[in-house]
């Protein structure tokens, strides 16, 4: 993927949560976590199919644990952010400052 990668707005938020917690990205840790962060309350289904876009986008490596008896088995999915997908967040993070900028004081007298 070349330079201005696109995220949308729940794919920044999950690419900014694997980021977060680093090696304990899984996915009933990045829901609470974005729970804790945002506020937003998100489905495993809704968090597994961005999963799968942001890997499908290069943004986001995935590799399966151990199986887990706790949880019947079955293993954590994990997940790791990419070079891309690092780049992607720095790219969004410049755009969102550059269009932030000069507008907090319209903000202010709202």
């Known amino acids: 993927m070349g330079s201005k990668a696109i995220l949308g707005e729940f794919e920044h938020v999950v690419l900014a ?28 289904g ?4 961005t999963l799968d876009r942001l890997e499908a986008k290069a943004m986001i490596r995935s590799r399966m644990g151990d199986p887990d008896r706790r949880r019947g088995g079955r293993p954590k999915r994990f ?13 969004v993070r410049a755009t969102m400052l550059n269009l932030w900028s000069g507008i907090e004081d319209e903000l202010e007298s709202v």
């Open 17 to 44: 949560t694997v980021v977060s917690l680093g090696h304990n990205a899984y996915g009933a840790e990045l829901i609470r976590e974005i729970k804790r962060r945002t506020g937003r309350t998100v489905t495993s």
């Open 46 to 49: 809704s968090l597994y199919v």
């Open 79 to 91: 997940a790791t952010p990419t070079p891309e997908g690092m780049r992607a967040l720095k790219e």
